[in-house]
């Protein structure tokens, strides 16, 4: 049984305003009463569904995740690699932003921000978030983001090669 919040009052209203009053200041989690083990539990359903290709499911709660905390990583990471996957390159660049304003040092958010970009065929962008992703993934060691990074520049530039 799936358990959901109702506004106490039929126009919308909660204690403290609306639910987007809520959303807009950024305490939707705190308006729900959610603690980070609820928040958690919601990770691990999203990547189940992402898991299984139930990506619009998967879209779903990644952004109520990240309405709840838009600070948290994990949650605009598992938004901005689902958007990727679901071919939405306009929100996994935006929540791949988000990523990289909260740790710059992370390659991971340059590598989703530069595949969203080159989806969106922003070719210059694309190869700049790439080699950023690439330069900083060498710096920490981080193979797989490297190995990616390298293989989504090649592709970038065969397919420049062929225009």
């Known amino acids: 049984m799936t358990m959901v919040a ?75 690699q689902c958007g990727l996957a679901a071919g939405h390159f306009a929100l996994a660049v935006q929540a791949a932003s988000a990523m990289i304003a909260s740790d710059p040092r992370s390659p991971a958010g340059f590598l989703i921000s530069g595949l969203g970009c080159a989806g969106l065929g922003e070719r210059e962008a694309a190869r700049e978030d790439l080699d950023h992703a690439a330069q900083l993934a060498r710096e920490m060691g981080d193979v797989t983001v490297l190995k990616s990074a390298e293989r989504a520049l090649a592709a970038l530039a065969d397919r420049t090669a062929l225009d």
Do not use: M, N, Y
């Open 6 to 80: 109702e506004p106490r009052d039929r126009d919308g209203t909660i204690e403290g305003g609306s639910w987007e009053d809520a959303i807009l200041r950024g305490d939707l989690r705190q308006t729900l009463g959610l603690k980070t083990q609820d928040l958690v539990f919601g990770l691990r359903i999203a990547h189940a569904h992402q898991e299984r290709g139930d990506l619009a499911g998967a879209l779903r709660l990644f952004g109520a995740l990240v309405l709840c905390d838009p600070t948290d990583p994990q949650f605009q990471h598992g938004l901005a």
